[in-house]
C-alpha cells in the first residue's frame, strides 16, 4: 500500500497527464495514418519506467478510457486492462534496470508485445469480430485469406505488430530516458542508478586536519 502512495505524487500525476496526452496525440495519427502499429504507449511505458508499475498501469487504462470518451478512438477501452498491464510491466522492467540499457530495453518490449498480443487477440476477435477500425486490420485480412479462422489471424497480427510495436516503444522510450539528467529521474524515484551515475567507490575526501598540517609545513619550508 505504501509502494502505491509513493507512486502518486503530485509531480507523478503529472507526468500521468503527459503520457496521456502522448499516448493519445501519437495513437490517434498512427490510427489515421493506417499504419500496422500502434505507438500509442510511449507515454505509458515513459510513467511506468519512470515512476513505477501502478502509476503505469494508471496511465495506460486512463488513456484508453480517455480516447473512448473523447470519441478519437471508440473501440480502445476494450483493451484498457491490456494497456494497464502494459504499464506495469514498464514500471517492473524499469525497476529492474532493463531500461538503462538499448539491448535489454529492446528484449523487454518484445516480451511486452508478446503479452500484449496474447490478451488483444481475443479482445479483437469476439468482440469486434475481428476488425477494429486500426491500420491492423488490413494484415487480419491477409492472415483470413490465407485461410486462418478469426482467431489464429488475429493472433498472427498481433504476433506480428505487438512485437515490434513495443520493441520501438522501449527503444524510443530507452532515448528519453538517456536524454533526462540524472537528478529528473531520480526524483521519480524507479529507475535504478545506472554506473556513470554513481559516485566511484573509494573515493574519500582527505582530512581537513592533513591537508592544513601538509600546508603548514610547506609554508615553514618556504620560509
Known amino acids: 500500500m505504501n509502494s502505491f502512495r509513493k507512486e502518486f505524487t503530485t509531480l507523478s500525476i503529472t507526468l500521468i497527464a503527459v503520457g496521456i496526452a502522448l499516448n493519445l496525440a501519437l495513437g490517434t495519427v498512427v490510427l489515421r495514418l493506417g499504419l500496422p502499429l500502434y505507438l500509442d504507449s510511449i507515454g505509458t511505458v515513459l510513467v511506468g519506467a519512470l515512476v513505477g508499475p501502478w502509476a503505469g498501469a494508471a496511465t495506460g487504462f486512463l488513456s484508453n478510457l480517455v480516447w473512448t470518451l473523447t470519441g478519437l478512438y471508440p473501440q480502445a477501452f476494450a483493451w484498457a486492462g491490456v494497456a494497464a498491464i502494459i504499464g ?73 505488430s505487438d512485437p515490434l510495436d513495443k520493441l520501438v516503444t522501449f527503444v524510443v522510450v530507452w532515448s528519453l530516458l538517456l536524454a533526462l539528467p540524472a537528478r529528473e529521474k531520480a526524483r521519480f524515484g524507479n529507475l535504478p542508478a545506472t554506473s556513470k551515475e554513481r559516485a566511484p567507490r573509494g573515493a574519500t575526501r582527505r582530512p581537513a586536519g592533513k591537508t592544513t598540517q601538509k600546508t603548514t609545513k610547506k609554508t615553514a619550508r618556504r620560509r
Open 88 to 160: 506495469a510491466l514498464a514500471g517492473a522492467f524499469g525497476r529492474s534496470g532493463w531500461l538503462n540499457s538499448i539491448g535489454k530495453a529492446a528484449l523487454a518490449g518484445l516480451i511486452t508485445g508478446v503479452v500484449s498480443a496474447v490478451l488483444s487477440a481475443p479482445i479483437a476477435t469476439y468482440v469486434f469480430g475481428g476488425v477494429v477500425g486500426a491500420g491492423t486490420d488490413a494484415l487480419v485480412a491477409a492472415f483470413r485469406a490465407a485461410g486462418l479462422d478469426a482467431l489464429m489471424s488475429n493472433v498472427a497480427q498481433g504476433t506480428f
